[in-house]
C-alpha cells in the first residue's frame, strides 16, 4: 500500500484494508511520508503502531514523531516546533480532516520516535503564531 501512494494521496486509498479509513487517518498520513522518503514507516493504520517504530527519544525534536493517547486510540504526527509555553506545533494528517499544523498541548503525548539508523539533531524551534489548538484529535 505505501509503496503505491504519496503522502498526498493517502486520504484516497483503499478503505478496505486495515490500513486505514476514511475517519482515521492520520497514521496512514505519516506512513505515507516516510516510505515517500525511504524511511520504513510501521505499516500500520493505527497511530499507536508508531510507539513500537524507530527510536525512543525522551524529548521533541524538529522532525520527530509524536505520539498522543486519546479515547478511543490515538493520534500520530511530526513536531514541527513549540510555543513559548512548550506547545507543540505538529505537522500531521486528519487535524480537522485535513493535511496541516496544528498546536497540541502535551498533557496527552504518550512517546517521541525518531528513525532508526538516522541523523538527528538536538533543534526545536519555538514559533510563533495565531494557530489554534487541535481540539478534535486529541
Keep these: 500500500f505505501f509503496k503505491q501512494k504519496t503522502a498526498y494521496e493517502i486520504k484516497e486509498c483503499d478503505w478496505s484494508s486495515d490500513?486505514?479509513?476514511?475517519?482515521?487517518?492520520?497514521?496512514?498520513?505519516?506512513?505515507?511520508v516516510l516510505e515517500d522518503t525511504g524511511i520504513k514507516s510501521s505499516r500500520s493504520g493505527l497511530a499507536k503502531s508508531y510507539l513500537d517504530w524507530g527510536v525512543k527519544i525522551d524529548k521533541p525534536i524538529l522532525g520527530c514523531i509524536v505520539v498522543?493517547?486519546?479515547?478511543?486510540?490515538?493520534?500520530?504526527?511530526?513536531?514541527?516546533?513549540?510555543?513559548k509555553?512548550?506547545?507543540?506545533?505538529?505537522?500531521?494528517?486528519?487535524q480537522s480532516d485535513a493535511v496541516n499544523v496544528k498546536l497540541f498541548?502535551?498533557?496527552?503525548?504518550?512517546?517521541?520516535?525518531w528513525p532508526s539508523n538516522q541523523p538527528k539533531?538536538?533543534?526545536?524551534?519555538?514559533?510563533?503564531?495565531?494557530?489554534?489548538?487541535?481540539?478534535?484529535?486529541?
Design 121 to 138: 539533531s538536538n533543534t526545536l524551534p519555538i514559533l510563533t503564531s495565531s494557530a489554534s489548538f487541535e481540539t478534535k484529535v486529541v
Design 105 to 113: 498541548k502535551t498533557d496527552n503525548v504518550v512517546g517521541y520516535r
Design 19 to 32: 490500513v486505514c479509513s476514511s475517519d482515521l487517518w492520520c497514521a496512514a498520513f505519516v506512513g505515507g
Design 68 to 83: 498522543f493517547t486519546r479515547k478511543g486510540g490515538g493520534h500520530v504526527g511530526f513536531v514541527e516546533g513549540v510555543d
Design 85 to 94: 509555553s512548550g506547545n507543540l506545533y505538529v505537522l500531521g494528517g486528519n
